[in-house]
């Protein structure tokens, strides 16, 4: 493969996208870089990254060199196309593959013989055959043909610094046999970890989903101990810790005040649905939702058990809440957990301080000191290293009554020496 003769056009330029549109012209491309958001693509050509990523900000020189653009007649320069738009779910829970939908239909109408299209886009089983194939054949186009579609689902975790795109290793499935070769020698010209074949394109989109679904039922086992433990007078987090001592066959996850990002909440409703289709109940899957769904609520409960105990009202009383993002260290608020306890809080009148130093068009104050000295309790929602660098004597100092810990992260023996209310998620 000539790279510098290939052209690599990325469809969708988030969290996925640019930082593999970025790996694509370091290793030789040359990139198309499609997106909707005309604003998103100003900023690129501007060489500014529109959110926060460490592997994008690393290579910030290569946004230069991308071809950024929201026309999609770029698209026919491209040999090979990689689809990296969200699948996100209604409010009933419903996967909608409308987004995707529409991205296929953008390429097919400036498709150029003989492309390679790559779905990167997390979908459930049977999509590539059932919609994305009937699309290209009612436009005349005939996989092994005309195109060769393959399905790499995206492994990408913001904000982590030791996983990245160059070496965390990937799947990858085609119609072809053909579509699977090409695609797997794409891959391995611009990535590090191992490429793993399926054996058919319906595995590999399995892959994505199971994986997140694994994660999830785990989470939900310890968010539903956190409730029991609590009961029961018990720290869960000490009892994780004492299990993770056992060198096999236990892998430790913890509880917390629900569970954010593109992809735990929401691909094992993929798999429901999917398989919902084929006369099949995922039970457990279903019940795992329920329990992480409701994660957000429950530490809103534990705030009125606290509001309780320093006989103050949930009704306009200053609550701080620590952290906007799903995740720490990032500025990333997809199915944030902090979206659902704040509309939680907002339904019982509270008084709400916002502050997240990743996400300052969202926070209604300019520093961690300002929300403390505003607030009377705190919800932690999200453990960014600026929260968890704070002394805890700050919290005395500002006079803060309460505090709900909602990722088990501060130092709850300090601060109930200072007289501080404390309680986390399957902690007191």
Not at 61 to 76: M, N, R, Y
Not at 164 to 176: T, W
Not at 376 to 393: A, G, P, W
């Amino acid at each position: 493969m000539n790279l510098k003769r290939t052209t690599v056009a990325i469809v969708g330029l988030g969290y996925v996208g640019l930082p593999l549109a970025i790996r694509c012209r370091e290793c030789g491309y040359n990139v198309v870089g499609f997106d909707l958001d005309s604003q998103k693509i100003k900023s690129i050509k501007k060489g500014k990254i529109p959110f926060k990523e460490k592997f994008v900000e690393d290579r910030k020189e290569f946004l230069g060199k991308i071809t950024a653009t929201d026309s999609p007649q770029q698209l026919k320069k491209a040999d090979i196309v990689l689809i990296c738009v969200p699948t996100p779910v209604d409010k009933q829970f419903y996967p909608d593959l409308g987004p995707l939908k529409s991205a296929v239909q953008t390429v097919i109408k400036n498709h150029k013989p003989d492309q390679l299209i790559i779905i990167e886009s997390t979908i459930n089983p049977g999509v590539c055959e059932e919609v994305i194939r009937p699309l290209f054949y009612g436009a005349g186009l005939k996989n092994g043909k005309d195109y060769f579609l393959a399905h790499c689902p995206e492994r990408i975790d913001p904000g982590n610094k030791d996983w990245d795109v160059i070496n965390i290793p990937r799947v990858v499935g085609s119609l072809s046999r053909k579509g699977l070769r090409r695609a797997i020698s794409f891959y391995s010209s611009i990535i590090d970890g191992e490429i793993h074949p399926m054996r058919s394109i319906r595995e590999a989109e399995a892959v994505k989903v199971v994986e997140n679904s694994f994660r999830d039922i785990n989470i939900a086992f310890v968010n539903e101990l956190a409730k029991s433990f609590d009961q029961m007078n018990i720290d869960v987090k000490d009892v994780i810790e004492g299990a993770a001592t056992k060198p096999f066959a236990f892998m430790p996850h913890f509880p917390g005040r629900g569970v954010g990002g593109h992809c735990i909440p929401v691909d094992p409703y993929y798999l429901i649905e999917q398989a919902k289709k084929e006369g099949f109940d995922h039970h457990l899957l279903r019940v795992a939702r329920e329990v992480n769904n409701s994660m957000p609520s429950y530490t809103v409960e534990l705030l009125q058990d606290l509001l309780n105990e320093v006989k103050l009202p949930m009704k306009g009383t200053p609550i701080g809440v620590m952290g906007l993002s799903y995740k720490a260290n990032i500025d990333d608020l997809r199915e944030s957990p902090s979206l659902k306890i704040i509309k939680e809080l907002e339904k019982k009148k509270a008084k709400i301080i916002k502050y997240d130093p990743f996400i300052s068009k969202m926070s209604n104050v300019s520093s961690t000191r300002e929300l403390l000295r505003k607030s009377k309790v705190l919800i932690l929602v999200t453990n960014h290293s600026e929260f968890l660098e704070l002394d805890e004597t700050e919290f005395k100092k500002y006079g803060i009554k309460a505090i709900v810990d909602g990722m088990n992260c501060l130092n709850a023996g300090k601060i109930k020496r200072l007289g501080i209310k404390y309680h986390g998620i399957g902690r007191k």
